[in-house]
């Protein structure tokens, strides 16, 4: 069985911790992994780390590549998707590479960003699901209900299938209900919460796709002619934007036939939106769930996420306060799921607050601007041990660097040089340039710019680790 | 008659935007001018600026300064407080420096940070209570209740005086009342705000804080001989300390025999908490009022003061939120009188957020600390035009500068220099230093400091423009 992990997500709904180009899955909302590296550390057991595959989008990868790097050491595999095309263009993409490689393969396709409380039940219901998905099913977990939710889709399972104990043909798909519905189906011992967690052979899903959605399947096979070709990069930039945009839900669970369900009780969560917390982490007596710099005066039942700023809150009831760098929420509980609204109306606006933090993380390390004026950038840049920003040059601005820890080897010019901590350099327009941490520790300086134009897209590289050479648009 | 401006307050009513060493007065909470500039402009009409007196405490005296230089170029007089100890002593003592000058003056107290809305009916009212208090009466001016207002105290009037219209012997001074009692007070005629907006002869007033409180009156004599003396400011410090701290309501106006009050419709308020705005700025179509960068999705009756920072909020129903560079508040309307509370718990904690901004205001200009970390702090200075900061020495840290904006003149050392923007220097520890500014325009500068210790203490001041040389607590 192969894994594959759908790291997408538009970090809308837990803004402001969670950006564009900086998703939920990446955030350590409770424990001390991040979503993303929880659900690998929770498949690892099952499945070698070899055989995971994780899809995601040029913007998410750098990041996601570094966390699970910090997870793992084994080769882990990335499938890249040149642009988001929904759920049934991500895992029919993964079952092709998959395919080609093991024309036998089944698949567990995971979401990146879920919650589970109970991960030996989790696994052993995968076990069970596999068995079932040998026999040619699309097989679904589905979690027992605990409460009367509205958030969740839900599945009605039919009869009872001979094969392994728990799982049952599905009757039928259930879109979000109303409260009402909701706590009817709480009363229902047949129907459970839709997790998104399925498994199946590599070659049903396929099959599906080829029966319900014949130009998603097209473009499938198309892609899949020149895997592992030259041609491949340039089919799948030309192909896969035009994949039709459809969840694997509406596009192929809807209609097949061949539908099974495993009824699991591994405390399962979407954590949809910032009210979700309160299923997941203990509150505390005042029914608070407070971190990071908070003093607060009698609030209760609130949910209050600081960093290093002071968050003072006063007599709140039933409020979310989520606090970062560069913006701050503040949103009724029950208006939780108008966060998203509130990050469309931020898409319109100028700024960058949706899409990224204060601090960037990149491949060799992080940035963060500490202050933009007329003329003027303030960064601080943290370079990792032995890594290397691009060779590179800026044809409206000139650079000042002070580096406040570490050593930096300097490249300026045809000069290259060290700057120890409590040193300064200074790097004019259109001159060549790189910093380098060739050290095993971190490297840390501030960098003030000076210039007409001091946008990210002035630059020009040369050389670069990440293959950012033709790239204009990342540091 | 001379003007004494009362600018006192401890900033934490309206924390974040007030400080302990930035309150209320300070500040723009509507309209153009901060409250201590429209209290001046507003007594401008009346009294010469040569004849008004500003009380305060050093830490304020420097930012309340500068504010009112932008006010009026005349001569306005100051009286520092070497420490707080209440109105009763704030005003004996200008009352006993206004005596020296002048024994038949009478004056008008005001504080730094009420709202009127009615200036000419306000004038009007001090002209009446002049006349009043030619006769040894110490006045208040009273404001008809609009509402059943639980936040003030109130007068209640008695006989009318024949003297002018509109004024009355004082019955008695009322407490802050509950609410029943606040809405019996709003339908009678007699009882009225007390909006601590005092007239009366300096005679009558230091007759009679000799009669009722001997013992800040022989505090203030021995002051009083000093005054105009070499001897004046060690007298002072010494024993203002010792002067007992009491509020001129409780101390004499409650006992004393001689007093009357002018009813006014002036439209005061005291604007005391955050939910105090409701009642002076007019909200929007959904109760809101809002400032600076707000994202709004259906919060309705709340107030939202933002700065640069993105502050989005969604769903709230009488909420304020106030966020500044480095704290935010987020708090039921009904709950604005505990932000106190709040900011006594900050001040137990060991950072500065109650105390300053993430900007502070100096004589020479402002700084900003952009970022701090282990053996270093990066700042942002901006000098005005024509400033310079002292020349100093740090035992423990050096600097780098780089110059962003206009041009720095530079002693290091021996050396005497000017740097560009897009320049930049270095200050090696333990070396003499002074940055000027001696051009019309604004200079701004990148401090990168390194070191050890990077406490704003660690400093040796040689010269100063601003009399700091002994001083070693601010830049």
């Known amino acids: 069985?192969?894994?594959?992990?759908?790291?997408?997500?538009?970090?809308?709904?837990?803004?402001?911790?969670?950006?564009?180009?900086?998703?939920?899955?990446?955030?350590?909302?409770?424990?001390?992994?991040?979503?993303i590296q929880a659900t690998l550390s929770r498949i690892s057991e099952l499945?070698?780390?070899?055989?995971?595959?994780?899809?995601?989008?040029?913007?998410?990868?750098?990041?996601?590549?570094?966390?699970?790097?910090?997870?793992?050491?084994?080769?882990?595999?990335?499938?890249?998707?040149?642009?988001?095309?929904?759920?049934?263009?991500?895992?029919?993409?993964?079952?092709?590479?998959?395919?080609?490689?093991?024309?036998?393969?089944?698949?567990?396709?995971?979401?990146?960003?879920h919650f589970i409380k109970d991960e030996p039940e989790f696994l052993k219901s995968l076990c069970i699901a596999e068995k079932i998905a040998q026999e040619g099913y699309l097989v679904t977990l589905g979690a027992k209900p605990i409460r009367p939710e509205t958030a969740y889709g839900y599945i009605k399972a039919g009869p009872s299938l001979p094969l392994a104990h728990g799982a049952s043909k599905v009757e039928q798909f259930i879109e979000k209900p109303d409260?009402?519905?909701?706590?009817?189906y709480l009363e229902d011992e047949n129907t459970l919460w839709n997790t998104g967690i399925f498994v199946w052979k590599v070659r049903t899903i396929l099959d599906e796709i080829d029966r319900f959605l014949p130009e998603l399947s097209e473009g499938l096979k198309e892609i899949g002619k020149t895997i592992g070709t030259e041609k491949e990069e340039k089919i799948l930039q030309t192909t896969y934007a035009q994949l039709p945009s459809i969840s694997i839900d509406y596009g192929v669970l809807e209609k097949s036939e061949h539908l099974a369900v495993i009824s699991t009780d591994m405390g399962w969560e979407d954590v949809g939106s910032w009210n979700a917390l309160d299923e997941v982490i203990p509150r505390d007596n005042s029914g608070n769930i407070m971190t990071g710099n908070v003093v607060n005066v009698?609030?209760?039942?609130?949910?209050?996420?600081?960093?290093?700023?002071?968050?003072?809150?006063?007599?709140?009831?039933?409020?979310?306060?989520?606090?970062?760098?560069?913006?701050?929420?503040?949103?009724?509980?029950?208006?939780?799921q108008d966060v998203k609204k509130l990050v469309e109306v931020l898409k319109k606006h100028n700024g960058d607050a949706h899409r990224i933090h204060r601090t960037v993380i990149r491949a060799w390390g992080s940035y963060t601007i500490l202050e933009e004026?007329?003329?003027?950038?303030?960064?601080?840049?943290?370079?990792?041990?032995?890594s290397k920003l691009s060779l590179q040059m800026h044809e409206n601005r000139s650079?000042?660097?002070?580096?406040?820890?570490?050593?930096?080897?300097?490249?300026?010019?045809?000069?290259?040089?060290?700057?120890?901590?409590?040193?300064?350099?200074?790097?004019?327009?259109?001159?060549?340039?790189?910093?380098?941490?060739?050290?095993?520790?971190?490297?840390?300086?501030?960098?003030?710019?000076?210039?007409?134009?001091?946008?990210?897209?002035d630059i020009t590289r040369f050389e670069d680790d990440y293959g950012r050479v033709l790239s204009k648009k990342t540091e």
Chains 1, 2 share one sequence.
């Open 1 to 35: 069985m192969y894994g594959v992990i759908l790291a997408g997500g538009s970090g809308t709904r837990f803004w402001p911790l969670s950006r564009e180009e900086y998703p939920k899955q990446l955030l350590k909302i409770f424990g001390n992994r991040t979503l």
């Open 47 to 113: 499945i070698p780390t070899e055989k995971i595959y994780v899809v995601t989008t040029p913007p998410q990868l750098e990041q996601i590549r570094f966390q699970l790097s910090l997870e793992t050491h084994s080769k882990l595999n990335y499938i890249s998707e040149p642009e988001r095309r929904d759920t049934a263009a991500a895992i029919g993409f993964a079952a092709m590479k998959l395919q080609k490689q093991d024309p036998e393969a089944s698949m567990v396709v995971l979401s990146s960003d």
């Open 179 to 184: 409260r009402a519905k909701a706590v009817r």
């Open 298 to 336: 009698g609030s209760t039942d609130s949910i209050i996420y600081a960093g290093k700023r002071v968050v003072g809150v006063v007599g709140l009831e039933n409020i979310v306060v989520a606090d970062t760098d560069d913006a701050t929420l503040v949103c009724n509980k029950e208006s939780a």
């Open 373 to 386: 004026g007329t003329g003027y950038k303030v960064k601080k840049l943290v370079v990792n041990p032995k």
């Open 399 to 457: 650079e000042h660097w002070v580096v406040v820890e570490g050593i930096a080897t300097v490249t300026c010019g045809t000069s290259v040089y060290t700057i120890p901590a409590n040193q300064s350099t200074f790097v004019p327009m259109g001159v060549k340039h790189r910093i380098e941490n060739a050290t095993n520790d971190f490297l840390r300086l501030i960098e003030v710019q000076s210039g007409s134009y001091l946008g990210e897209d």
